[in-house]
């Protein structure tokens, strides 16, 4: 996986901004596909927009490439106001999720055809587009594939004669729909690799359109999660997934848990949580300076950090730690993902990394004991 690190919040300096979002809304009808949407991209940047249906993204991608136009709001690329520019003058590309390759054209005069369309005193002779075509070839790693047409390609290839085609015309801004939805998951994470590659080599600005958080993490420098047309949180995968801002984002990124509280207590470093879904009290070292007593919060934790060892004892007085009966557990290879239920009923999952034999000793009817430190656990007011 290709993991891109960075730092959370900042917003970049104005020279360093390719695509700048401002306060952006668009309808359909009575439904409000995008609510004041505001971000900036930053030059050469691998940026995701992350969300499931109806969250917004599609909607922005087609603002961004000149589909469809703000109803309120302004899109700025390179400074320059783009909200009324039709797609064929402005400095983007766009690869479409089905591909949209020509069946009855060859990969060579598929990558060429954004190339020979083009009209003015900078149309590139035939020259200028062959060696552009090869070079584009070379960088997806498909030279020698020029005379194949698309029906005797993997969908591997395929895909990646789409992204040359979208490359070949050195954009400043790609767009990305779904680039990896129809590929299997081993070719997925190896086109990953190959998409920071080329976006490295490049040094255009990626926007990557996707449902998949996983997709999301691992491509992107930052990543923007849509919920019902707004910006629910901006910011480098790591922070999102390790700092969510809502039990929504906490739950979209990646696995969590979720206990129902009410804060029992503060002290200077953590802040007590009474929880019957947990049956335990919750000890936080993250929770928001806002806290009273007797507020209610949802106390958010992630699979991996908790412990589990085998355990007959039938009840706990300590914090952060309950009780529970396996109720499920999947082998996973590198890991195994254990189930267990509460003594109220409320299911919690904990990942075991590299179990091993040991995996063997939890099975389905086995109590065991769960626990964690205040470190490793959140708390939310939403």
Known sequence: MAEREGQA??????????????????????????DDVSLDVRKKEMFALLGASGSGKTTLLRLLAGFDRPDAGRILIDGKDMTAVPPYERPVNLMFQSYALFPHMTVGANVAFGLRQERGPGKPDAAEIERRTKETLELVRLDGFERRRPHQLSGGQQQRVALARALVKRPRLLLLDEPLAALDR?????????????????????????????????????????????????????????????????????????????????????????????????????????????????????????????????????????????RNMAFLGNQARVVAELPGGKLVTAVRLNPGEEADTCQIGTKVRMSWSPQDCRGLVE
């Open 186 to 326: 081993k070719l997925r994470e190896h086109t990953q690799n190959e998409l920071v590659r080329i976006q490295d080599a490049t040094g255009i600005t990626f926007i990557i359109v996707t449902h998949d958080q996983e997709e999301a993490m691992s491509l992107s420098d930052r990543l923007a999660v849509l919920n019902r047309g707004r910006i629910a949180q901006l910011g480098p995968p790591r922070h999102i997934y390790e700092f969510p801002a809502t039990a929504f984002v906490a739950d979209f990124i990646g696995s969590v848990n979720v206990f129902d509280a009410e804060v029992a207590s503060i002290e200077s470093n953590t802040v007590k949580f009474d929880s019957p879904e947990a049956g335990c009290v919750l000890s936080v070292a993250d929770a928001p300076r806002t806290l009273h007593k007797g507020a209610k919060v949802h106390v958010i934790l992630r699979p991996e950090r908790i412990k589990i060892e085998l355990d007959e004892t039938e009840r706990t007085s300590e914090t952060n730690q309950v009780l529970g009966v396996v």
């Open 9 to 34: 919040s900042a917003a970049p300096p104005a020279d360093d901004v390719l695509v700048s979002i401002q306060n952006v809304r668009k309808t359909f009808g009575d439904t409000v596909a995008l």
